[in-house]
Nanobody
Framework: QVQLVESGGGLVQPGGSLRLSCAASGSIFSINVLGWYRQVPGKQRELVAAITSGGFTNYADSVKGRFTISRDNGKNTVLLQMNSLKPEDTAVYYC???????????????WGQGTQVTVSS
């Protein structure tokens, strides 16, 4: 019923930039929170950044000042602009949406398929 499709990952040199995009589609009534998480092998998935429908943002300490999250409520999309990338930013990045589907009264979380970001020289 709901799909989250990510794009924009790839290989970049340290200090470079990438922009991730995620589009949500399907029977969506409202999206409360959109966010990006990342995961490396052997570690738990961690929050990178999130943004509410009202525009309130939250960032992991490790990305503050380097990453910027934004959303287009009309298009149900969320962007993650990543600047000054470091090798430790290498991970699979997942889009996450806390949303209410049409006909439902409760919200639940949905995940994208993930996109690889590799920061290496």
């Amino acid at each position: 019923q709901v799909q989250l499709v990510e794009s924009g990952g790839g290989l970049v040199q340290p200090g470079g930039s990438l922009r991730l995009s995620c589009a949500a589609s399907g029977s969506i009534f409202s999206i409360n929170v959109l966010g990006w998480y990342r995961q490396v092998p052997g570690k738990q998935r961690e929050l990178v950044a999130a943004i509410t429908s009202g525009g309130f943002t939250n960032y992991a300490d490790s990305v503050k000042g380097r990453f910027t999250i934004s959303r287009d409520n009309g298009k149900n999309t969320v962007l993650l602009q990543m600047n000054s990338l470091k090798p430790e930013d290498t991970a699979v990045y997942y889009c996450n949406a806390l949303l209410v589907i049409t006909g439902s009264s409760s919200s639940r979380a949905y995940w994208g398929q993930g996109t690889q970001v590799t920061v290496s020289s």
